[in-house]
């Protein structure tokens, strides 16, 4: 389709003309052929989709934070976890029935070194598996919904 605008300044009055697409709604993506649009979408079962345990990695200062992963975006990381230093006291204050939670968290992306999935390796069990182990209880007892 092609409109005309007026444009009027210092120089004088002119007439321009101007091409305007129109899309074909939101079915299609014109900038993107359709195998490449799906596969550009993010996956509902990814590693690490909101609700993922997951070990991250920081720097400056150097420090690892276990917990559940709320977002992730360009900016950076947040979750609902807590210092790795302090698993095994964060578990010990769990299993006493204790008042403990977990701290909701951000970190801003350029401290982030490194993400992981808390999984199990082999015979190691995962940090999930050893708090569920340890004090008895299922991660979303003290997650809630995202622990599980």
Same mark, same amino acid.
Do not use: C
């Given at each position: 389709?092609?409109?005309?605008?007026? &444009?009027q300044?210092?120089?004088?009055?002119?007439?321009?003309?101007?091409?305007?697409? &129109?899309?074909?709604?939101?079915a299609?993506?014109?900038?993107?052929p359709d195998?490449q649009?799906?596969?550009?979408?993010?996956?509902?079962?990814?590693?690490?989709?909101?609700?993922?345990?997951?070990?991250?990695?920081?720097?400056?200062? !150097?420090? @690892?934070?276990?917990?559940v992963?709320?977002?992730?975006?360009?900016?950076?990381?947040?979750? !609902?976890?807590?210092?790795?230093?302090?698993?095994?006291?964060?578990?010990?204050?769990? !299993?006493?029935?204790?008042?403990?939670?977990?701290?909701?968290?951000?970190?801003?992306?350029?401290?982030?070194?490194?993400?992981?999935?808390?999984?199990?390796?082999g015979?190691?069990?995962?940090? @999930?598996?050893?708090?569920?182990?340890?004090?008895?209880?299922?991660?979303?007892?003290?997650?809630? !919904?995202?622990g599980?």
């Amino acid at each position: 389709m092609t409109g005309e605008s007026v &444009i009027q300044d210092g120089l004088g009055t002119r007439r321009d003309s101007v091409l305007l697409a &129109i899309g074909a709604g939101d079915a299609e993506n014109r900038g993107m052929p359709d195998d490449q649009a799906a596969a550009a979408a993010p996956a509902r079962d990814a590693v690490f989709a909101p609700g993922a345990v997951v070990l991250v990695t920081l720097s400056s200062p !150097r420090e @690892k934070f276990w917990g559940v992963l709320l977002e992730v975006s360009a900016a950076g990381v947040s979750l !609902r976890g807590l210092d790795l230093n302090s698993f095994e006291d964060f578990v010990h204050l769990v !299993r006493a029935g204790e008042p403990a939670s977990p701290a909701a968290v951000f970190f801003p992306m350029h401290r982030v070194e490194r993400m992981e999935a808390d999984e199990h390796s082999g015979d190691i069990p995962s940090l @999930k598996e050893r708090f569920q182990e340890k004090t008895g209880r299922p991660l979303a007892y003290l997650f809630g !919904r995202y622990g599980e």
